[in-house]
């Protein structure tokens, strides 16, 4: 079907590989015909208060809506990740940190020294007011401090709330209001590529529109920075009266672990809650199988801590199995296109995982950036984000990998915690650009998106997932309702992911990309409704439709629609306004590639937008529009037309 080899295990592979192609097979019909037995097996791989006696007591149906697990058993994530460690691990490295800028001095953190910090943030938290259940809101850049922040409230059961750093301040205080978190901790500025990031004058922007208590700030560029007295503290100043040692909380397998704001269809962001126990063993057991990954070994997830990668596969996973975790600062191009290369090298490393954005963008620069490094130390290649295509994936797998490392491909999202469709480089020979098969406990489905009912065999459809799994998410915070209007209502009984997917002769799944109004823009998710509230913002805006368009680099880039007020001159001064305007409201990744004025949209009698016609003009693919008959002025569409940037 196409010309991209497919990639059989390696011998030395399926002999040394902790999951083998038996191995998989076996376990996975266990997890299936037995899930009580499987996962209390799976989860003593972390340390239990009180063992878990009942494991999974989930249904997805409307009537009867429940997801728990291990309900009776208590834990604490923090003890999973540091004290259990110390015995025989206490010198080993926790967390390599590489600056943004090779010549800066890097930190490398042994887990004693780990558990020391995280200990004496836990007190200074407490010591603010924070109590179990409390909402703390983290604005960090890529600093070994964002780990310390984010254990220190999994020791003392605060629920983190962690905001990306390249948030605007309005998105920064929406998300602070919607979960009331009362206390925020940043960073003077950030610093990626060499460029500052105005972390603070961000926090103090937001905390204008939001009722903050507390401010704990980082001195990390050392920018001169004003502090409002009575709310903001310097880092330092307040941990330097507490002690290193905190105990830990016992937390119950179902108490919240943290929150996560991520795009949906509306315009408002949802708060992805996480739980701790079936959160805890899905990170670990993802990181552990997916990469291989045995104590010792260097593993480098490129990810930043503001997204659901970054918390699992920075922090948690690696971390709950003692493993020693890359944290970088900066970003593939700078000083060179070599860097992350060098990386590699510096510190030998085994398992790197990135986005296909990031790839795509250095393949462009040709391999000599590559070649120059020796890359001998990596073992497994990670790919994550959005569907990689299979030219990246080759060139990823013959030109970074030298065609010695498996790729692992691996389909998630912020919602299901971890990996849910990922080859095993022991277990499954890989096709370029197919996710491959389910983890443990993954019932993966295709549904007809017209009536709902599953397809089997070699096809296509909306995938859903036909049954719980221990990393899901619970609810959306604040608004149950929504949760189970968003996942559960399209395909009752069923969680929809919201991605379309094929399925091929052999079984593999192939995921095609959102088919709900969700676009990926560089492996991040962007709702088309959060841009369009944001342009409609602008005074000189009536109405914008956005949809996304294929892009090179970033996969999919943003293609915005606007109709302006009646006295508005469209020119390209306003155009360019427009742009900054989304970046200044939501943040750099929201920024527009194309913005089209236009006199109107295709608006069907009832006066819903037909999206189809936006995006098929947005993909240049203006052929066959399909019937445009019921739109109320068919003629609009002659104007887009003649008005897209594709036709000039
Ligand atoms: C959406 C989830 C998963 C962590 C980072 C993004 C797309 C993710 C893949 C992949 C094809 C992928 C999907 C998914 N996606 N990984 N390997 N192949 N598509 O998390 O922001 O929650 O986005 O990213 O469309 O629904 P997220």
């Known amino acids: 079907m196409h010309e991209h080899a497919i990639h059989p295990v390696s011998p030395e592979w399926a002999a040394k590989a902790k999951i083998d192609a038996e191995t998989y097979a076996l376990k ?38 429940r997801i728990k697990w291990f309900e009776d058993g208590t834990l604490n994530l923090a003890t999973n990740c540091l004290d259990r460690h110390l015995e025989k691990r206490g010198q080993d490295v926790a967390i390599i940190w590489e600056p943004d800028h090779p010549d800066t001095p890097n930190r490398i953190i042994t887990y004693d020294q780990l558990y020391k910090d995280v200990c004496r943030f836990a007190n200074t938290l407490k010591a603010d007011g924070v109590k179990k259940g409390d909402r703390v809101t983290i604005y960090l850049p890529m600093v070994p401090e964002a780990a310390v922040a984010m254990l220190a409230c999994a020791r003392i059961g605060a629920v983190h709330s962690i905001v990306f750093a390249g948030f605007s301040p309005d998105a920064l205080a929406q998300r602070i209001n919607d979960c009331d978190s009362q206390i925020v901790l940043t960073a003077d500025e950030g610093l990626r590529g060499g460029k500052k990031v105005p972390l603070k004058a961000n926090v103090d922007a937001a905390c204008e529109k939001a009722n903050v208590r507390t401010v704990i700030m980082l001195r990390h560029t050392g920018a001169d920075v004003p502090m409002v007295e009575g709310r903001d503290v310097d880092w330092h100043d307040a941990i330097e009266p507490h002690n290193a040692e905190c105990p830990p909380a016992e937390m119950n397998a179902e108490d919240p672990l943290f929150i996560l704001y991520t795009s949906g269809s509306t315009g408002q962001p949802k708060g992805v809650l996480h739980t701790t126990g079936g959160y805890a063993l899905w990170a670990s057991m993802t990181h552990e199988y997916v990469f291989d990954y045995r104590p010792g070994e260097v593993y480098w997830c490129a990810a930043d801590i503001g997204w659901v990668t970054g918390h699992s596969y920075v922090v948690y996973g690696p971390l709950a199995n003692g493993a020693t975790t890359l944290m970088f600062e900066g970003v593939p191009n700078y000083p060179d296109f070599s860097r992350f290369w ?7 490393v085994e398992q790197f995982y990135t986005a296909p954005t990031a790839l795509r963008a250095l393949m ?6 590559v070649k120059k490094t020796s890359r001998k130390s990596l073992r497994i290649l990670g790919s994550v984000g ?23 491909d691996t389909w998630w999202q912020t919602e299901t915690g971890g990996h849910m469709i990922a080859p095993l480089p022991g277990a499954h020979s890989l096709k370029p650009g197919a996710a491959a098969f389910p983890l443990f406990g993954v019932q993966p489905a295709l549904v007809d998106p017209t009536d709902g009912h599953i397809v089997e065999g070699a096809t296509e459809g909306a995938l859903v997932i036909l049954d719980s799994w221990p990393g899901q998410m619970r609810t959306v915070y604040g608004d149950h309702d929504r949760f189970i209007q968003t996942y559960f209502t399209q395909y009752p009984g069923k969680y929809f992911t919201g991605d379309g997917a094929r399925r091929d002769e052999d079984g593999y799944y192939w995921i095609t990309g959102r088919i709900d109004d969700v676009i990926n823009v560089s492996g991040h998710r962007m709702g088309t409704a959060e841009v369009e509230s944001a342009l409609v913002e602008h005074p000189c805006v009536a109405e914008a439709a956005v949809v996304g368009m294929p892009h090179d680099v970033k996969g999919q880039g943003i293609y915005a629609f606007v109709t302006t007020t009646a006295t508005t001159d469209n020119s390209e001064e306003l155009r360019k306004e427009l742009v900054q305007w989304v970046r200044k409201e939501i943040g750099p990744i ?7 004025f236009a006199p109107g949209l295709p608006k069907t009698r009832s006066g819903k937008i037909m999206r189809r016609i936006l995006r098929k003009i947005a993909e240049n693919d203006t052929g066959n529009l399909g019937d445009i008959s019921t739109l109320a002025d068919p003629g609009v569409v002659d104007d887009l037309l003649a008005n897209s940037p594709h036709a000039k």
Request: charged share 30%; hydrophobic share 30%; net charge negative.
């Open 28 to 65: 996975y019909r266990a997890s299936i015909d037995d899930p009580d037995s499987f996962w209390l097996g799976e989860a003593q791989r972390l340390d239990w208060m009180q063992q878990p006696t009942k494991i999974k007591n989930t249904s997805f149906d409307r009537d009867d809506f």
């Open 590 to 596: 929201a920024t527009p590639d194309v913005v089209q």
């Open 386 to 408: 959005e569907p990689i295509n299979p030219e990246a994936w080759d060139w990823y797998y013959n030109v970074v990998g030298d065609g010695r490392c498996p790729i692992a």
């Open 364 to 369: 462009r620069e040709g391999d000599e950036w």
């Open 342 to 348: 060098q990386v590699v090298d510096k510190y030998k």
